[in-house]
């Protein structure tokens, strides 16, 4: 950790090297480079080529401003990158980015930390990556959250006016996350419900993979652009597809073959978590592929079912263990009130329909009557008239 | 915010299940308490128990009619395909199963569900094929409603969108099963109003049939 303190107080000093000439001074060899980019490459699903134009493009970068916002959040998004595997942020820091603001890494404290973000502002102004942790609370002015006297609000809008592009790393930062869930007390936000005059990337997950995170930082830094969004502003390499499409329990769901509780003989042999209310088929994520803890294992293949955390609004969306395809919320209240209305509608209606039948036999009836009093009136009058003649 | 499923699984089931109670309550009770049929004449003499009539005619409704056996084989037999193959459906996929044990605690092990699909196609067909005949059919067209073909298209849609929604066709899965539970809604919502009521009233309506041809001697 010294090695990195060290390198992030050089890292505020303005670099006049290239960043392949800066390496090669560390002894860092172009190969390094390359096999760096590669990874990168094969992560974000991009053709072998793109590695050695990566390599390239990297080499004649300069290093990377980036400043790193802790917001309403629990510090497990910087947990989680700490843990990275390859590339590790220790490659990002030492080599590629110069991490310049971070509450959480920095040593410096009070107002030499927050002079540490004006400078690094000052100095990269226009060039500077901002990268957000944490949702933003709006309600009240935002006073839920503030660092060094300021509102979340007020630092993020300072920060981002200059910043080259922004990166919103975890559920919070990018849909507002478990401080928004309902009632949502401090009227949490995403960034890009703020700031809409900067180029932002999502990084969703509570946390996002570590690999998911540096990937995308590592992938600006080397193709010197965004890279392709989903409709959510999500990396395209990352959440393009869902985990159940590459869950490696799929082919029990297509058989039909569901664990029915966490410990029976089907979760043993591996069955479909659909069931215990995985929610893999509606959630955009790499975790089925990339896996955690270096590719080691991830929720499902630990027996747990999806909890969809890196889609909005997770965390209203329902018990975590009941199945997609069953109904949220409560139906008793509208089956008895349902049942009440009806009886009541159909008792009303048959009412209705014997009192119309009564009276229609009552008028048909009396009809009747008034025919045979007019018939037999009749005869009578005929009667009289023969009589007559 | 709510989403399209989270809407479609809770506010538009709820709604949905609400009148489909109502209407179904309001039908079934509105029947019951309908004041009976004057009928003037008296029963014949030697004619079959009124409630072995009601029983004959419910089965004998079942099989085709020997003088028009041949046809009314096409309506008779597919008529017992989709209708099968829609029980099948309802009640042997897995996901289906996990709705109902929801709602009221029931369930039973489901079927595989490559096995459900193939059902679910041959049913698509069959529903295809009845619409077709209905279209071509002189007779059929004549005396068809507004409310045949509105059930048609409320039975026809869940299977389209259940098998989009299962083998994640042309959309996200998320849109597509948000599509399936909305279609249901609408088949609930139509149901107690068209001629989807008649899974309720089938059997009654026609042992109350057989009842009074029972009572008048028709031999059938």
Sequence with gaps: ?389 | MIDLLDFARGPALQVSIGIFVLGVTWRLIRLALMPKAVIPSAPREHSVPLFMGGIHEIFRKMLPNKTFAKRTMFSFINGWVFHLGLLIVVLGLGAHIMFIKHLTGLSWPNLPSNLVFLVAVITLMSLVAALVHRLTSPVLRLISTADDYFTWFVTTLPIVTGLAATMHLGARYELLLAAHILSICLFLIWFPFGKLMHSFLVFATRGKTGMEMARRGVKL
Aim: aromatic residues 8%; contains cysteine; neutral net charge.
């Design chain 1, 1 to 389: 950790m010294a090695k990195l303190y060290q390198n992030m107080f050089e890292a505020s000093v303005p670099q006049a090297l290239t960043l392949g000439e800066q390496l090669a001074q560390k002894g860092v060899s172009r190969r390094s480079i390359l096999k760096f980019s590669s990874y990168v490459a094969a992560i974000m699903a991009l053709p072998p080529s793109a590695a050695s134009a990566m390599a390239e493009s990297l080499a004649k970068t300069r290093r990377q401003s980036v400043i790193w916002l802790s917001f309403q959040e629990c510090t497990g998004c910087t947990e989680s990158i700490t843990r990275s595997f390859s590339p590790t942020l220790e490659d990002l820091i030492f080599d590629f980015i110069s991490l310049d603001y971070s509450e959480t890494l920095m040593d410096v404290s009070g107002l030499a930390a927050e002079a540490a973000r004006k400078q690094a502002m000052e100095e990269n102004k226009g060039k500077y990556i901002l990268v957000v942790e944490g949702s933003i609370p709006l309600k009240d002015g935002g006073v839920y959250s503030t660092s060094a006297g300021e509102t979340n609000l007020e630092v993020l809008k300072d920060s981002a006016k200059d910043a080259l592009a922004i990166i919103a790393v975890g559920s919070c930062a990018t849909f507002g996350g478990i401080p928004a869930a309902l009632p949502n007390p401090t009227g949490a936000v995403g960034v890009d419900k703020i700031i809409k005059d900067k180029p932002i990337i999502n990084v969703s997950g509570c946390p996002p993979i570590p690999e998911v995170m540096t990937g995308t930082i590592s992938y600006i830094l080397s193709m010197g652009k965004l890279p392709d969004l989903d409709a959510l502003g999500r990396p395209l390499a990352f959440y393009g597809e869902t985990i159940h499409d590459r869950c490696y329990r799929r082919p029990f769901y297509e058989k039909g073959l569901f664990a029915k509780s966490f410990d029976d003989e089907a979760a043993r042999k591996g069955h479909c978590l659909y069931e215990v209310g995985c929610k893999g088929p509606t959630t955009y994520n790499a975790c089925a592929t990339l896996k955690w803890n270096g590719g080691l294992t991830f929720p499902i293949q630990s027996g747990h079912g999806c909890l969809g955390c890196s889609e909005p609004d997770f965390w209203d969306k329902g018990s975590f263990y009941q199945p997609l395809s069953t109904h949220k919320g409560d139906l008793e209240k509208m089956v008895v009130g349902g049942a009440a209305i009806g009886a009541t509608a159909g008792v009303t209606s048959a009412v209705v329909m014997r009192s119309r039948r009564a009276k229609a036999i009552k008028t048909a009836q009396k009809q009747a009557e008034i025919k045979v009093q007019k018939d037999s009136a009749a005869e009578d009058q005929s009667a009289q008239g023969g009589q007559h003649d």
